[in-house]
């Protein structure tokens, strides 16, 4: 079975633009988080959610949102890109509450 | 204070060692999970704990529900062995995961 898949693994934008992030989660999995991760430190939690609505929200601004697909597979959209976005992007999916998250290998976002 | 702690932040070793990795939270959680980054960024999910102790081949995780504590132990550690381990935690009716900085292990040969 395949695993978490994002999409596009590298992407090198300027500032002021927008992008959007694809992460397709584990068959079965209903539940999809974003992380972001800046470079030496420890994930930050963005979105959670279950079922095509959003179950959690971290401490970023409005600039970043995403959205769940009938196929439960997500979208992470940032707009108005600044310097700071520049970071490892995970998407995680769930089997349940209780379960262990699945990761995926990540997009790796560049700001110039 | 970040809700996670994690020591120490980098540790290395020679092939062989024991190594422990430590972990301390602030307030009570649902769980507590052990991942490991290597350095093209992917996070595998290594144990998710609630109580007592797990281990999978040579590794080992214990955790302390009244002290707040968790240990990741590795046994006869390995060149191979060598990446980034994270502690992370999740709340009792919260959905997002709470990471610590985690611990660069370098094992040489």
């Known amino acids: 079975d395949a695993g978490v898949t994002q999409s596009p693994t590298h992407l090198i934008k300027t500032r002021g633009q927008h992008v959007t992030l694809r992460c397709s989660p584990i068959s079965g999995h209903k539940s999809v988080s974003w992380y972001q991760q800046v470079l030496g430190q420890g994930p930050q939690f963005i979105f959670q959610y279950y079922e095509k609505e959003e179950r959690g929200r971290g401490n970023f601004p409005d600039r970043f949102s995403a959205r769940q697909f009938p196929n439960y597979s997500s979208e992470l959209n940032v707009n108005a890109l600044l310097l700071g976005d520049s970071a490892l992007y995970l998407c995680a999916s769930r089997l349940g509450a209780n379960q262990p998250q699945h990761f995926g290998d990540g997009t790796r976002l560049s700001i110039l | 204070k970040n809700e996670v702690e994690q020591s120490p932040q980098n540790l290395t070793a020679q092939e062989g060692e024991f190594i422990t990795i430590n972990c301390s939270y602030s307030v009570g959680i649902s769980a507590l999970h052990w991942l490991q980054q290597h350095p093209g960024g992917g996070i595998v999910s290594l144990f998710m704990l609630s109580s007592g102790k797990k281990k999978h081949g040579r590794l080992i995780a214990t955790i302390n529900i009244q002290e707040k504590h968790s240990s990741l132990h590795i046994t006869a550690s390995h060149p191979r062995d060598s990446a980034v381990y994270i502690c992370?935690?999740?709340?009792?009716?919260?959905?997002?995961?709470?990471f610590g900085q985690g611990t660069r292990l370098t094992i040489n040969p």
């Open positions: 992370a935690v999740s709340f009792q009716g919260a959905q997002k995961l709470v």
